[in-house]
């Protein structure tokens, strides 16, 4: 079965310095991977996500994820943060195959400070 | 958005009381989820429909019932809650892209509390 690891529950950063929020996925099949951020109070929604083609993807918000087989990561990344960026962030496999259930990570606070 | 409701959005009940959750989608999606959301746990599947009456069981699945009568409602059970039923649960709709991808788009919460 598909698990997902997020390694930092938390991370603390200034503004506009860079992040890299780390996610490790565990699958003998292909897969299909997501990012998902909630905002404090608010629910899920979904941030970028990798299916096939070009291993990085981007978001309109300048967050960037890159799919690494070898490696069997897809970890998060932003050149510079804002205090907006501040919430919990989630990422989730599901199998290419069968995508009836979708495995999330135990998620990463991400805390901007000023 | 994907035109999802769930209702109410905060609960306070005591123990051994029954509780519904309702989700409401308006966008006539197959696939719906029930998740639940626990400091430490992530979001954890409790059920899933795949169509009007068709219900399958997710890891934590113990202590809830749901059913879909309608396409666009999925309803959550508790039959009698516990404290340990205390969280935040969300529903879930599963959108087929332009290419044939399936992604879950998630509504608001609803916030449980069992006393």
């Known amino acids: 079965a598909q698990s997902v690891t997020q390694l930092d529950s938390q991370v603390p950063v200034f503004e506009e310095a860079p992040v890299e929020l780390r996610c490790n996925y565990s699958s003998s099949v292909s897969v299909y991977l997501f990012w998902y951020v909630q905002y404090p109070n608010q629910g899920l929604q979904l941030l970028l996500k990798?299916?096939?083609?070009?291993?990085l993807v981007e978001s309109i918000n300048g967050f960037e994820a890159e799919f690494n087989k070898s490696q069997t990561s897809f970890h998060l990344r932003k050149p510079s943060v804002h205090i907006s960026d501040t919430a919990e962030y989630f990422c989730?496999?599901?199998?290419?195959?069968?995508?009836?259930?979708?495995?999330f990570g135990t998620g990463t606070r991400l805390q901007v400070f000023p | 958005d994907a035109g999802i409701t769930q209702s109410p959005r905060h609960k306070v009940t005591e123990t051994g009381t029954p509780v519904t959750l309702r989700c409401h989608q308006t966008?006539?999606?197959?696939?719906m989820y029930w998740y639940r959301q626990d400091p430490g746990h992530g979001l954890r599947l409790i059920h899933y429909s795949y169509g009007v009456k068709d219900t399958d069981k997710g890891e934590v699945s113990d202590g809830y019932s749901v059913s879909r009568s309608k396409t666009e409602d999925f309803l959550l059970t508790l039959e009698s809650a516990t404290s340990s039923q205390t969280s935040v649960y969300f529903c879930a709709i599963r959108s087929h892209g332009t290419g044939g991808e399936d992604t879950q788009y998630f509504g608001p919460g609803t916030r449980l509390t069992v006393l």
């Open positions: 966008e006539n999606h197959r696939y």
């Open positions: 990798y299916l096939s083609g070009s291993t």
């Open positions: 989730a496999v599901t199998l290419s195959y069968n995508t009836d259930k979708l495995i």
